[in-house]
C-alpha cells in the first residue's frame, strides 16, 4: 500500500510550520501506520525525507516504540498485558487460551490476517485487569468467555466491513 | 469520609467540564496569582507547602523550581510527565479524565512560577482517550482567554500541547523524556547539565508529574499550612492518589490523606482481600519499589516513613501479593518487564536483567542450586553502577524478594520445584 498523497502534503505543512521538525517523528510515524497498517521500508524512507533525517536514525526511533510496527500486522492488534498484577489475574491461561483460539504464537498474525497477538507491559488499568488493547480500547477484566465474545464481535466487525 | 481534594470534582462516567470546574471554584488561583503574586512568592508557597513530586521520586517541587535562574534564557519549558508506565500506576489517567482542568490550571501555575513560555503533556499511546480529552479541554481553556499570547489580559503568555509517545518505560524518566520530546532515540541524559538549566532543546525546562500539578492550585487557594494540615503524619503534606491492585476486592484509585495506614488502604478502601487469601506482602509504589511484608502491614504511607524504614513510596501504586502466590515467580514477572524495558544504553542493565532473568527462571524451575543467589545478589548490586535510575528500580524487587523471602527462594532450590505448583497465577 503506498502513502496517500494528501497525507503527505498535511505533514509537510506541518513540519514545515514546526520550530523542530524533528519533534514530529513519532506524530508522523503513527500518522503513516494509522494510514497503511505498519511501517514498511518505503514509508520509513518517505518520513526520513520529509523531516530531513537519516533513514537509520528514523529506524532506530521506528524499532523502539511498542506501539510502532515495522512488520506487517493484522487489521486489529492484540496487546495482551503481561505485566504483574495481570500475571497474578490469570494472564498465562488467557494467553493460552487466546493462541489456541487463533492458531497462532505470541507475536503471530492470523493467516486471514485479522489478528496479531502481541505482549505488553502494564496498560494502566490494573484496575480492570487482566486487560488487553485492542486498537486503542481497553478490554478488562477478562475472562476467557469475554475473550470468545471479543474475538467474535471482531470478527463480525471485520466482515461487515468488508461488505 | 477523608477530604477529597483532587478528586473533589471527580464523577463516576464522565469528566467535569470547564463551566463545572469554574463554578466549583476553578481558575481562581490563576487570576489570583496573575493579579497578586511575584513568580517567586509562587515558588516560596510551593516550597512551604511541602510539596513533593508525585512520580516517584519525591523531589521537592519549590527547591526544583528554584534552580531555574531568575536571569535563564527563554523560551523556558514545562512538562507535564503524563507518561505513566510504571507497573501498578494509573492515578494519572483517572486525574485527567477526572478534572482535566485542574491539570491544565496546575500547568499554569508552574508555569508562572518559573516564566515558562511552552507547556508539554508527555502521555503514553495506552492514554488516547486521555489525550483528546486533554486536547479539546485545552482548546476551550484557550477560547476562554486561560491561555495564550495575553492571559486573561495580564500580559503573560503561555500555550500547551500533547505530546504523543510511541510507548516505551524509560519515556517516563524525566531526561529520556526530553530526548524523546527532540524526536531522539530516548535514551537518559547524565546531568550536569540540569535540566533547569539546560534540558528541551538546550533550553531551561522542568518536567512534573500529573498528580504533582494537580495540586497546586488548591495550594494556591488554601494556603501551605491548609496543604500540610491534610496528611496524618507529621512532617508530610497534602492527600495522596493511592492505587490499589492485585490480591484485593475493590481494585482502584483512592485519595486519601497522605501517611494513612497501610492496613486502612486494604481494609477499609480496597475492600480487604479475596476470601479465602491472606496478606504476605505487597509493592507499595509501583514495580520499582521493594517488597513489604506482613511487618509492614501497618505502616503509615507516606514518604519519610517508608523512606525510614528502607522504603519508597514511588507512585504509590499498591500491589498485593496473597500467601497463595510465589513470589519467585512475581520476580520473574517483574525482571521480564525490566529486562524487556530497558533502554539498552549502558551495560549493567542491558546485560544484568536477562541475566538475572535467567537465574530467576532457573530456581523457579526447580533447576536453582544454592550459589545462585550469591550471584543475584551481586547482580543486584551491579544494577546500582547503572547510567540511570532504571535499574536500580529494577534492583528493588529482586533485593527485597532476598533479603524477605530467602526461605521461600531456598524452598526452590532444595525441593528442586516451585513450591507453590508452577509459575501460573489465577
Ligand atoms: C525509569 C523511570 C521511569 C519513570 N517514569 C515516570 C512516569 O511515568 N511518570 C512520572 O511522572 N515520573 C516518572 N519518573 C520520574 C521522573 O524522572 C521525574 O522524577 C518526575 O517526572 C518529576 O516529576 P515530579 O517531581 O512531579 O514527580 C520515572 C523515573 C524513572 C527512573
Ligand atoms: S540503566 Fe537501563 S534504562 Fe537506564 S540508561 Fe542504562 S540501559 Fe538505559
Ligand atoms: S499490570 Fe496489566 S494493566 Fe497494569
Redesign the interface.
Known sequence: MSIPETLKTEWKCRIQQSD?P??????V??AIQGQIGYVDDQALREAADW?Q?DPL?IE??AT?????YREPVGRYVIHLC????C???????LRNHLCRKLGIALGGTTADGLFTLLPV???????R?PAM?IN?K?YGPLTEETLDRILSELRVAASDKEL | MVPQVLFQNRKPDRITTLAEYQAGGGYSALSQVLTRQDPKGLQTLIDEALLLGRGGAAFPMGRKLATVADDAPHPRYLVCNADEMEPGTFKDRVLIHADPHQLIEGMLLAAYAIGADKGLIFIRPEYEGAARILEREIGLAREAGFLGANILGSGVAFDMVVHRSGGRYICGEATAQLNALEGKRPNPRKPPPYPTEKGLWGMPTVTQNVETLCCLPHIVNNGADWFKSLALTSGAAGTKIYQISGKVNRPGCYELPMGIKLSRIIEEYAGGMPAGSTFKACLPGGASTRFMTKDHYDIEMDIDTLRNAGHRLGTAAIMVFDDKTCLVAATVNLITFFARESCGWCTPCREGLPYILDILQRIENGQGQERHIGMLESMARHLWKAYCAFAPGAASPLESLLTYFGDEVRAHITEKKCPFGGREAT
Not at chain 1, 524533528?22 to 506524530?27: F, G, M
Not at chain 1, 503481561?82 to 498484577?85: F, G, L, M, N
Open positions: 523542530h524533528r519533534e514530529l517523528v513519532v506524530d510515524l503513527l523531516l533525517v536514525e532506530e526511533i523502539f516504540y511498542t506501539f510502532i503481561d505485566s504483574v498484577i500475571w497474578l489475574g490469570g494472564y498465562d491461561a507491559c502494564c496498560i494502566g488499568y490494573c484496575d485487569s488493547l486503542g481497553v
